[in-house]
């Protein structure tokens, strides 16, 4: 019951942030006009970010002895699960983009939730688990400014372009385990919106003529099913026996993959193009020339994959099994500019690849005397090209990970209920100089996950 309080009490937090942060962000990225929007750069759980994103081939087995997180990137992990765990994710943001013609400078805070997620063992003994939860998959927020003069005319054309919106997932999951292999999906609903719009107003300097703004917007809904597929293999490698004969070490290497299909979303838009007096506070339309309503219409997602590889080395004795070390390589990749199509109509984009390594390290879980000890310490780093193609030369990201698993509670015997804090902060950068645009950022990301027994039969009535 107390587990349950705690959620309850934690889901309405969480629900309290995502509702106020959305009118709160002041997150300005251009490239977010792009697509579906400004794909989150680590868009896994607080562990995985890290160690540099990499997740998939990122066992139960390596979140260490007190607790875990859920591994939603790769549902395979799910039949693994032994406990009962509540898992949320915050993301606080600071971007500084940078112009180089003209040049200029613009920096933005944030703060956004990353993920809500419930992981459930339905069947220990036929390793059997399930997991649901709600996450943003990307976003929009944008705002740019453009002033342009007009030589026949002697006047200055101010533009304003404007974006907002987002793609978000629910999704439900199920996991199944074998000795060596494990398999999972992951199905649910993408949905969000994208709504576009561009103010123009003219500065006249030659006459007393007033010309009135003029608004231009594109507001499209959109949502749909979606399905992914993943796989684990773990293989031992060396097993070295001790002394006494409940201990053992061993050295084993993991597999993993996964595939999130080809996505049709179906999609409802409204424009409009009128003339009027516009600002933040003063909204009045004087003639509307143009006001279509919900037009049907489709956007094509492409498929993801991902592959990934881990060493690890395990410590196996009667006070705990764990992970003392693991690093771990991954790749993943989508074909956006040859599959991705809005209304029929493709985008500035190009096909994404990601590159990312992590490791980790936990000095010894039962060492109950040195608590830091007990901490699990995170390293990573990434580079690879987002699907942003503004100037057709192509985007840069890359980026490095620090990140920390911090145990809460010390393990008791007669206690089943562990709360671990993981720790994450990335710095990187999206863009080179031979971009126009480029920005720089700093993520810091704070997990919350709290496991706990549920559903045991009673031994005593």
């Known amino acids: 019951m107390l587990f349950a309080k705690k959620i309850t009490r934690l889901s309405a937090i969480l629900c309290l942030v995502c509702f106020l942060t959305p009118t709160q962000a002041q997150i300005n990225s251009p490239f977010s006009r792009y697509g579906l929007g400004n794909e989150i750069f680590n868009n896994q759980n607080a562990a995985s970010q890290g160690m540099g994103g990499f997740s998939t081939a990122f066992t139960p087995s390596m979140n260490g002895s007190y607790g875990q997180s859920i591994n939603f990137n790769n549902p395979a992990t799910y039949g693994s699960l032994y406990l009962t765990t509540f898992d949320l994710g915050v993301n606080f943001n600071s971007y500084t983009l940078k112009r180089n013609d003209p040049v200029g400078r613009e920096k933005s805070n944030y703060l956004y939730p990353n993920y809500i997620a419930i992981g459930v063992p339905i069947s220990k003994a036929k390793k059997i688990g399930m997991a649901f939860g709600l996450r943003p998959i990307s976003q929009i927020n944008y705002s740019v400014n453009e002033q342009s003069f007009l030589t026949n005319t002697q006047d200055t054309l101010f533009t304003n372009f404007k974006g907002s919106g987002g793609l978000n997932q629910i999704f439900f999951g199920l996991g199944k385990s074998w000795k060596r292999i494990s398999v999972g999906f992951n199905t649910g609903y993408n949905f969000g919106r994208k709504n576009i719009e ?3 107003s003219f500065n006249n300097s030659t006459d007393s003529n007033y010309f009135y703004q003029t608004l231009s917007s594109t507001n499209t809904m959109y949502g749909g099913a979606f399905l992914k597929i993943g796989v684990q293999g773990e293989y031992p490698l060396k097993s070295i026996k001790h002394k006494n004969p409940t201990e053992k070490t061993e050295y084993s290497i993991s597999v993993g993959a996964t595939a999130n299909l080809s996505q049709t979303l179906n999609a409802r838009q409204d424009i409009l193009r009128t003339t009027g007096v516009y600002d933040n506070g003063n909204n009045i ?36 099994i764990y992970d003392q070390w693991v690093v771990g390589l991954e790749y993943s990749g989508a074909a956006w500019k040859d599959n991705y199509q809005f209304y029929g109509q493709k985008d500035l984009l190009s096909n994404s690849w990601m590159l990312r390594l992590g490791g980790q390290y ?29 100037d057709n030369n192509g985007l840069k990201v890359s980026g490095v990970t620090v990140g920390m698993g911090l145990p809460i509670r010390k393990y008791r015997s007669y206690d089943y209920q562990f709360t671990v804090l993981n720790l994450a902060l990335q710095f990187g950068q999206r863009g080179t100089s031979v971009n126009n645009f480029n920005e720089s950022f700093i993520q810091f990301t704070l997990g919350y ?3 706990d027994i549920w559903f045991n039969k009673r031994k005593y009535d």
């Open 285 to 320: 339309p004087i003639d509307t020339a143009s006001a279509q309503t919900d037009i049907g219409g489709t956007i094509k997602l492409p498929a993801t994959y991902s592959l990934g590889v881990a060493f690890h080395k395990r410590e196996i004795s009667s006070r705990a």
């Open 449 to 451: 996950s709290l496991s």
């Open 362 to 390: 936990c000095p010894n879980p039962s060492n109950f005397e040195n608590y830091w000890s007990t901490v699990v310490y995170r390293v990573g780093f990434f580079t690879g090209k987002d699907y942003a193609n503004i």
């Open 198 to 200: 561009a103010l123009k």
